[in-house]
């Protein structure tokens, strides 16, 4: 056979071969896997166990419900996004190293650093270095976003941040003071930055507001200490008219459980700023009225429809109502997919670019929209609130 004919032979059994994968296939050519039909893989270190899990449980189902729903819509032009989660079991080091491992390892383009502050930071220096783009969702220590010499091109937040919360926060507690004569103020919040910020803060603010209060007194229990029986003595032993606690989750509803075997509740007005998320109200043994507490989250406030359904439809999926770190990593999916859309790229500069000063529509803004600032790369224009407790919903 000459080799003309053996070519021709060759040729039309390549195209048999071709013509019954293209049949099997239903398309004109065989399918052939791209890069760009590869998921978008987005690392979350968070906190998944131990005494504050409430943080990243609830982290990561918010970030999953509106992952699901941009998945559902197609994604970007076909790439879904994939969530890998690591827990850190509150440990700044290993918030570090699961962050890292995240991104080398597992190959994440994205991260949402749903760690408390005292990862967050420890996170936060891993990005500087690998450059890739991150936004965190639970971090409220203002220096994270508000210090120069900490900022990173590629990190943003999508989180309350204390000074925001201190200065509303001591507007109302002046006014509830003046109403009510209540100048000697004392404070009992957790040894850490966020703690010792956000109280820090509190106070100065509360003293323009109200010029006459006097700090008596502070108290700082470590984080995730188990036993508030020293703080409490103190308290009790100083009396102040009113107390302020940065405490939080499961550390504010040991306290306040502890407090109250001790009537702590009708010697002083407590202001306690993270009260007023559903798990931690429904977590107390005996909730006490009239505690004064933000509105971390709760499905009445902001009040609009918008949110009344969001905060169903979580509890219809989880069978729990949000937290306030649901709603900041709900609002940080939404950040990203808008830029993710506007950009069509995973590219950490293009993103960034495309977040700062980006406003969005959302039902947990104060007028239904809230904006990223681009001179610090933080979240404005959510809505915080401030009320009183009651021992049962609504």
């Known amino acids: 056979m000459s080799a003309t004919k ?25 399918f052939i896997s791209r890069a760009d039909d590869k998921p978008i893989r987005v690392g979350v270190p968070t906190i998944l166990s131990g005494r504050v899990a409430q943080l990243g449980i609830s982290s990561r189902n918010a970030i999953l419900m509106e992952v699901d729903k941009f998945n559902a819509a197609g994604g970007l032009n076909g790439r879904k996004i994939e969530i890998v989660t690591r827990d ?61 010499k900490i900022r990173v091109p590629t990190a943003f937040r999508v989180a309350r941040q204390g000074i925001h919360d201190a200065i509303v926060s001591a507007a109302y507690a002046g006014n509830v003071a003046k109403a009510k004569g209540l100048k000697t103020w004392m404070s009992c919040s957790p040894d850490y930055a966020y703690g010792r910020d956000n109280t820090s803060l509190f106070l100065e603010y509360l003293k323009k507001f109200h010029p006459e209060v006097e700090v008596v007194g502070k108290t700082w229990p470590k984080l995730f200490q188990a036993d508030y029986t020293e703080n409490i003595t103190k308290i009790l032993q100083v009396k ?8 939080w989750a499961g550390d504010l509803v040991s306290f306040v459980d502890q407090s109250s075997i001790y009537n702590l509740f009708s010697q002083s007005t407590v202001f306690a700023i993270n009260m007023a ?14 505690i004064h507490s933000a509105a971390r989250y709760l499905k009445t406030f902001p009040a609009n429809a918008e949110n009344a ?16 770190w649901s709603w900041e990593n709900a609002l940080a999916v939404n950040f990203l997919t ?46 915080i609130g401030w009320g009183t407790t009651v021992p049962k919903d609504p």
């Open 88 to 148: 850190s079991k509150g440990k700044p080091d290993e918030a570090a190293n699961n962050t890292r491992q995240l991104i080398n390892s597992e190959g994440c383009e994205i991260i949402i650093d749903a760690e408390a502050s005292s990862g967050a930071f420890a996170v936060q220096e891993v990005i500087r270095e690998l450059k890739v783009l991150c936004i965190h969702t639970n971090s409220e220590t203002s220096s994270l976003s508000a210090d120069p």
């Open 277 to 290: 998320d559903y798990t931690t109200l429904t977590a107390v043994k005996n909730l006490p009225a009239g």
């Open 240 to 247: 102040p008219q009113a107390l302020y606690s940065a405490l």
């Open 338 to 383: 808008t830029a993710l859309k506007k950009v069509n790229s995973t590219d950490a500069t293009k993103l960034s670019d495309a977040l700062r000063g980006m406003k969005v529509k959302s039902p947990f803004g104060a007028d239904g929209t809230v904006t990223m600032r681009a001179e610090d790369q933080t979240i404005i224009g959510y809505g």
């Open 6 to 30: 053996t070519s021709l032979r060759k040729r039309r059994s390549f195209i048999k071969a071709a013509g019954a994968l293209t049949a099997a296939s239903g398309l004109g050519f065989p």
């Open 309 to 324: 359904a969001w905060g169903e439809a979580y509890h219809a999926k989880y069978g729990d109502y949000p937290t306030n």
